[in-house]
């Protein structure tokens, strides 16, 4: 019975493979366009995977002939079924993780946990089908060879089924693995250096091309390049096994394989109630990860010992096990911590050059700890039960190759997600919510000056109609590297496009207007500068519970509050409190800060000498300790929490990609490269309204100073 419950595993890891599969295939695919572009890249996928499968069993069949007429028939047949068990679990994991996408790209917009649990999804069906089809068809050879083929040496046997799934890995590893970076590195090239577009921006034909090879070479290669591993594990195993322990070694190594699937289910569930929890994705991987690794520990001390009297075999495998596990945590680190900063730094101080020199030196950094724990584990298991002993090292670390494969896949299934969100016009906001607003990508050139036009606004969802309290308009120079700010006050008496005049936030209130909101309030600004609308291309609006959680993602500003600041409204929805005094403020305090109008001056007030006061500069100290906090590098570790804040809280129609690109372009930037604007106007009273008016004319010399774009 103990040989056949690993089998058992096998096939409930094909099941639970199969129930992932219609889960993801019954989830809704999103707009037309999502699925006209995943559709391409599904059928590119299939077809470079079909044309390479044409090539490479020209030369299966070759071969086994060739095993065929010098070893055994039977052995050339074995080859063949490892060929084909290796094919299979490339080609549904590559079919899943190409419909995974688009789905993951749909449930972005729900969330981030949702997203998660459709991109982990698919991935589990790479790893799940990988390990169940190794499993079986291992198990099915040495079986067969025992109780029909007593002709043929069962360790000749699974050795011939091994080599077949080697004679794939080959193949798929370096063949997708080729065409991978070729459209990879094309697509860059093409994008990035000649056209400066983003990366998978639409407009670049190669773009397909890459997605594709996300698919052929990280799904499909490194699936037929671990199942090679895993069955080689096994393998090697089973014949030094013989030589330590007989016949009962096969018994052995084949539960030891089938506890590890057992452990690596456990471990998928984990992660994937993780992700319904809405944990960090990277900790809910990590959970999936760690669970498996200690399942299995504890199962495989019991299984080790009622083989053995002792513990010897028992270390051999967590000696593997862990280091295995020691070495995936090593990656993570050199891949998304520290060390990825420094070469970050190095591109923006030194250029090319010092970027490829600090890349390099990393990457030989990360190998050495590996290293240095594989040569310890080698001893350490060598010492304990001999050249038996190392292959059971090697079983142990691919014995969650369950869990690890599927973290694995999860990669490029949520790379091609991003890329189909980018190709599909979806804005940052897609990270959380679908933006209303978007109604296509429109190009950026962070080589030329462009505007911005922030907007705050006091509704909680983005349904609501709401009001815009804050207006800046934000002019950005890449030349001068100098942003330029114009506050406008809320009340301020322009004349509305198609609605005469009346106080600017009330071009946001579609409650008020019908055609109310961002357009209306672009037409709006640009109309009082005397520009083009065109001219203010991008919008952002955060409400004040977004502007509170990104105040806190960064860690809060620091503010010389310069009076005491109290007030509660009577209905209990406002209250402010806060003392004067250079102070860090969290995020509800620094909404109470921007928020105050209840002193002399109010919204906005001038002085003698034209000096800007009230709540419009208040707003302006406040957009300065942002950047100065933004710079702390402190916040470099949380860009993951901060860019989720932010996605959550921010409606715009600027892409991640382009987000991206301002960043590093204006990434010097510090308060004192602001330039402020003062808003030339007076507060006055008309028909018993209070209303900042402006001065018309002194307006458009500042829109046609400041923020003129078109000629």
Known sequence: MGIWLAGIFGVLSLVVAIILSISILRRDQGTERMKKIAKAIQDGALAFLLEEYKTMYIWVIIFAIVIGVVISPYVALFFILGTIFSTLSGFFGMYIATRASVRTTNAATKSTGEALFVAFSGGSVMGLTVTGLGIIGSLLTYVITVKFLPQVSPLVAVTGYSIGASFVALFARVGGGIYTKAADVGADLVGKIEAGIPEDDPRNPAVIADNVGDNVGDIAGMGADLYESYVGSITAAIILGMLALGSNASTYIYLITGYGILSSLIGV??????????????????????????????????????IQNGINYFVAIITGLLIGLAIGFITQYYTSSKPIVEIAKSASEGGAATTILSGMAVGMESTFIPLVLIALGIIIAYRFSGLFGIALAGLGMLSTLGISLSVDAYGPIADNAGGIAEMSHLTAKNLSLINEHSKGEIPLDTSKPTNILLLGTDRRTKNEAGR???????????????????????????????????????????DYFEDGGVELSIKTVANLLGIDSKDIPYYAIVNFDGFAKVIDAIGGVTIDVKEPMHYHSWAGDVKIDLN???????????????????????????DSEGNVHGRVERQQELIKAIIDQTKDIRNIFKLPQIAQEIGNAVDTNLTVAQITKLGLTYKDITSKDLQIVNFPGVPDMIDGISYVVPDYDKLKEIGQTYFKLSK
């Open 269 to 306: 569930v984990s992660s994937l109630i993780a992700s319904k929890l809405n944990i960090h994705p990277q900790k809910a991987l990590n959970i999936g990860s760690v669970t498996a690794n200690i399942v299995a520990i504890v199962i495989f001390f019991f299984v080790s010992k009622g």
């Open 468 to 510: 815009s309290d804050v207006m800046i308009l934000v002019h950005l120079d890449p030349t001068t590297k100098k942003i330029t700010l114009l506050s406008i006050p809320r009340d301020s008496r322009v004349l509305i496009p198609g609605h005469g005049y009346d106080k600017i936030n009330a071009a946001f209130n579609s």
């Open 580 to 606: 004067p005094g250079v102070q860090h403020l969290d995020g509800i305090k620094a909404l109470e800060y921007a928020r105050f109008r209840y002193d002399a001056w109010g919204d906005f007030g001038v």
